[in-house]
């Protein structure tokens, strides 16, 4: 009988799995319910994966190169105001509907995948000098495309008396080499023709 009246009294075992069972959040010196230290955690960790992808932008657009310091304040101040943002959001979030496992598993899934494809959109953004022109001129749809200076009719070099100009010369015989700056990997600025000759090209073919 005192065994049945026991086994009576023992609560059953939650049956819900950890990872979607609430968890209990730190607390106030009063005993309230505190979201504040799970919110921080994320902001940091959110800062963190913002200034490592500021960087790459930074380095793959050449921004970090030309303008070390203004760079630098870029990202962290992108990165701090953002993480901010992400802290006030968390803490609001947290106070309506509490804190879960599954909530900081997701999170992280979020920041890696961010982390880890930062170098990849870093150079999507900003690619090599090549994929630049093809995206500016010689690529399909752009005015030079169909024209003897698409790279595969070309032979492109560049030139070691002045950091970014490409020499493109066409294949075909009788034709002016097309000569044109800007033309690095990343960088803020746009390929544009490097003397009178290139000029009269691009207008030539509509550029």
């Keep these: 009988m005192n065994h049945l009246a026991g086994a009576a009294r023992r609560p059953e075992r939650s049956q819900i ?23 921080a955690i994320l902001a940091a960790a959110t800062a963190f994966v913002l200034v490592f992808a500021g960087f790459y932008l ?16 870029a990202v962290f101040t992108g990165a ?37 494809w930062a170098p990849d959109w870093a150079q999507t953004l ?16 752009q005015c030079l495309h169909n024209t003897p200076y698409n790279l595969d009719r070309t032979q492109t070099t560049f030139a070691d008396d002045h950091p970014g100009r490409m020499v493109i010369d066409p294949i075909a015989e009788g034709l002016p080499v097309l000569r044109l700056d800007y033309a690095v990997d990343g960088g ?11 000029r009269k090209i691009l207008d030539q073919y509509g550029c």
Excluded: C, N
Excluded at 20 to 35: N, Q
Excluded at 188 to 198: G, R
């Design 17 to 39: 799995p950890a990872f979607l069972r609430r968890l209990d959040p730190p607390r106030t010196w009063d005993g309230r319910a505190d979201y504040r230290p799970p919110a």
């Design 58 to 73: 930074a380095l793959y657009s050449k921004f970090f190169h030309h303008h070390k310091h203004l760079a630098l304040a």
């Design 80 to 116: 701090a105001l953002l993480a901010l943002a992400v802290y006030a959001i968390a803490h609001r979030l947290l106070a309506r509907f509490g804190l879960y496992l599954w909530q900081s598993v997701l999170a992280s899934i979020v920041l890696l995948t961010v982390m880890s």
């Design 126 to 141: 900003f690619p090599r000098a090549d994929d630049r022109y093809e995206r500016e001129l010689g690529g399909p749809g």
């Design 188 to 198: 803020l600025q746009h390929i544009a023709p490097a003397d009178t000759a290139a």
